[in-house]
C-alpha cells in the first residue's frame, strides 16, 4: 500500500503563489511502479476535477484552466510530486488532493485546503 501526505496549503491573496508538495510512503515495490502522479481539487459544491498530472517518464497534462499559471514537477526519486501555483485567482479556491497510480491501484491523500481570498 501507498500513503501520500499533502502540505503546502493554506491562504493566499488573489495574484499570490503557493507551492504544494506531496510524498509517497508506504510498499517500496508499489511506489517503484507508480506510473502516474498529480493533483486534483473539489471546489465547494463541485465534483473533484483534474488539476495536473505527471508520468514517471515526464508527460504532464494540465486542466486549461490552470494552464500558464501551474506547473506540475516530480522528485528526483519519483516518490513525491510538486504543484507550484502562481497568479492565484479566487476560482481555485478548494481543496487540493495527491493522487498516485500503480499497477493500476489509485491512492488519494487527505487533502489540503487552498483559499483564495483578500
Known amino acids: 500500500q501507498v500513503q501520500l501526505v499533502e502540505s503546502g496549503g493554506g491562504l493566499v491573496q488573489p495574484g499570490g503563489s503557493l507551492r504544494l508538495s506531496c510524498a509517497a510512503s508506504?510498499?517500496?515495490?508499489?511506489?517503484?511502479?507508480?506510473?502516474?502522479m498529480g493533483w486534483y481539487r473539489q471546489a465547494p459544491g463541485k465534483q473533484r476535477e483534474l488539476v495536473a498530472t505527471?508520468?514517471?517518464?515526464?508527460?504532464?497534462n494540465y486542466a486549461n484552466s490552470v494552464k500558464g499559471r501551474f506547473t506540475i514537477s516530480r522528485g528526483s526519486a519519483q516518490n513525491s510530486v510538486y504543484l507550484q501555483m502562481n497568479n492565484l485567482k479566487p476560482e481555485d479556491t478548494a481543496v487540493y488532493y495527491c493522487?498516485?497510480?500503480?499497477?493500476?491501484?489509485?491512492?488519494w491523500g487527505q487533502g489540503t485546503q487552498v483559499p483564495v481570498s483578500s
Open positions: 493522487y498516485a497510480r500503480s499497477l493500476k491501484s489509485e491512492t
Open positions: 508506504g510498499s517500496v515495490f508499489m511506489i517503484y511502479n507508480m506510473d502516474v
Open positions: 505527471h508520468t514517471t517518464g515526464g508527460n504532464t
